[in-house]
């Protein structure tokens, strides 16, 4: 059974700094791209950052010079560098494993982490 795991939110000032971090844990054969998705209170879910297994990288406009993504292929791990915070960065910061191919079990699948708070506040 694939899980993913999100680590480093919290509460930060404007202008502050965060990193999160997701680890996908399981019988993982390889992941084609994972994503950053963030739910900000009253609003959808909207994609934050992508990065595919080559390291090609795909970020909102919102965050563009701001946040940088990452992966670690090798650990199943995948990283947001948050910079330059603000309030409206305030959202459930949500990680997707997309296409992930697990040892045993035919084709591939999507999977979800349950999320993980950041707050942007003085």
């Known amino acids: 059974q694939v899980q993913l795991v999100e680590s480093g939110g919290g509460l930060v000032q404007p202008g502050g700094s965060l990193n999160l971090s997701c680890v996908a844990t399981?019988?993982?054969?390889?992941?084609?791209?994972m994503t950053w998705y963030r739910r900000a209170p009253g609003q959808l879910r909207v994609l934050v950052a992508a990065?595919?297994?080559?390291?090609?990288?795909y970020y909102a406009d919102s965050v563009k010079g701001r946040f940088a993504i990452s992966r670690d292929n090798a650990k199943n791990t995948a990283f947001l560098q948050m910079n330059n915070l603000k309030p409206e960065d305030t959202a459930i910061y949500y990680c997707?494993?997309?296409?992930?191919?697990?040892?045993?079990?035919?084709?591939?699948?999507?999977?979800w982490g349950e999320g993980i708070q950041v707050t942007v506040s003085s």
């Open positions: 997707n494993a997309d296409k992930a191919v697990v040892s045993g079990q035919p084709g591939y699948d999507d999977y």
């Open positions: 990065i595919t297994t080559s390291g090609g990288t």
């Open positions: 399981g019988n993982i054969v390889s992941i084609h791209r």
